[in-house]
């Protein structure tokens, strides 16, 4: 019989070299979108989607995240003794948040290295989400929860996809597939980082996967790829091939906060959803594009 989908394992110790020095002491996934780290966003995603077990994958100098996810106990106490009892419960919740399991990647040797670190935690007969700890997904219905909805239905790996201007294939892992239904593709070839002339499609796998555990002995045959990396792309062809793996272009917007103009695009959107800070910042942006005219 088929096994719930329980486990989630969340990438995050990789060097973060684009936001170097912020990210030389400071992992990346901690910056926050406000006042919240990324990575929160992306554990609140996986408990909502229906997981009980998140298994974060860390590093070197990545101590804060653990910490993140910690009671903290002199801080609630002084929250409590000063009375900010909002903040406290905030506080609270967050160390609420789902079952924590750490461990580490030892070394950087790439998105397919560090799921494969999992393997153990996640064993090879189950189903399991992965969530890229840099990856935001603001969505009605969790993008994970929808890539887990089209598991239960087709049976097979489900992975999301977005489409990207052309020009920008080689940053990310692009698809070719055959349509299935309306957002719902039969993967046919994947290839990471594609030049823009030999790009497949402008198709790219975006943070958001759910694969059988099978995947670990995929990972584990894999030899190194593009950049010297033991990449995950590559590793999904094998999946692709041997039992069909299906690309969903997931409802709701996607943000790349591992990136700058990802980081801080995500930063004005949730600014502009929020009641308090939308007037006074949407009266900064129309000064400053007086001013950039
Ligand atoms: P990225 O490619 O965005 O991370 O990986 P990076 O290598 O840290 O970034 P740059 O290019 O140097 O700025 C996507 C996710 O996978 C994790 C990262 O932490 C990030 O959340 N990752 C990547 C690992 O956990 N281990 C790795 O070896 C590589």
Redesign the pocket.
Known sequence: MKRPIRKAVI?????????LPAAKAVP??MLPILDTPTIQYVVEEAVESGIEYVVL?T?RGKGAIEDHFDIAYELEHTLEMRGKTDLLSKMRAIAERGSLISIR?KQ????G??VLTARGVVDDEESFAVL???DIYDAEVPATRQLMDAHEKTGRGAISLMEVPREQTNKYGIVSGRKREDGVFEIEALVEKPDPKNAPSNLAIVGRYVLPGKVFKLIAETPPGHGG?IQLTDALQGLADDEGLVGVVCKGVRHDA?DKLGWLRANLVYALKDEELKEPLLSTMREMLEEHK
Do not use: I, M, N
């Open positions: 990438p995050a110790a990789g060097l973060g070299t684009r936001f990346k996934e994958v590093g990647q950087a040797l790439g998105l290295h560090a890229l700890g840099d990396e591992g």
